[in-house]
C-alpha cells in the first residue's frame, strides 16, 4: 500500500485509489458528531444551492458556514460544539462548509472518498487495513481549502504512521495542536 500526502483543493483534485479528505477541527467533526447522534443520512455537498435543494426533497437538517460564518437559514453552522448534543434521529444531514465539502466535491479521481478527522482516524485506520488499497492519498484540506492547516497536516501524518506502522502519540499531538494558529479563534470569547 503506498500512502500519499496532499493538500488543500489542489491536492484534493490529484486525489487517486481511496482518498481520506481530512478537515479536523470542524467539518468532519461535525460529520462524526452527527452520525454519531442518529442521523440516517449525511450529504456533504459543496453549493450552498444544491444543499438548499438536498434538504428540500428530503426535509433535511442543513448544516454549514461560509468564512466560519453560518449560513443564512441553515439550522446549524459548522461547529461539532453546536450539534454534540442534538439528536438527529432518522433525520437527513446536508452539510456544505468552505474546506471539508469542497474537498469531498474535488475528489473526482478517486475511486472511494472517506471523511477524516481525529475523531474517526482509528476508524479510517482500520478501514484502510481491510480494503487494502494499493494506493491512499490523504487530503490535508487547510484553511479555506488554500492554505495549509497544522491540525489536518497532523492528522494526515496520524493516519499515515498507522498505516505505515510507525509510533504515534496522540497526547502529544492533542497538545500541540491546542496552541496552533488554526485553533485560536476556538478560544477566542469574542466570536461566537
Known sequence: MFVNIVECLEGARRA???????????AFSVACYAVDNGAAEYFAVGE????????????????????CIKIEGFDYGNSPTEIEH????????VHTTSAGTQGLAACSGADEVLTGSFVNAGAIVEYIRARDPELVTLVAMGTA?????????????YIKNELDG????????????AGVDSAEK??????D
Do not use: H
Not at 476556538?186 to 466570536?191: A, L, N
Open 48 to 67: 450552498v444551492g444544491k444543499a438548499r435543494e438536498l434538504a428540500a426533497k428530503r426535509n433535511g437538517v442543513l448544516v454549514g458556514e461560509r468564512d
Open 186 to 191: 476556538f478560544f477566542d470569547e469574542t466570536k
Open 16 to 26: 487517486k485509489g481511496l482518498a481520506v479528505v481530512i478537515d479536523v477541527f470542524r
Open 166 to 177: 510507525y509510533p504515534n502519540s496522540f497526547e502529544t499531538l492533542r497538545k500541540f495542536l
Open 86 to 93: 442534538v439528536d438527529f434521529s432518522g433525520r437527513t444531514l
Open 145 to 157: 481549502g488554500v492554505m495549509r492547516a497544522q491540525e489536518d497536516m497532523m492528522c494526515a501524518m
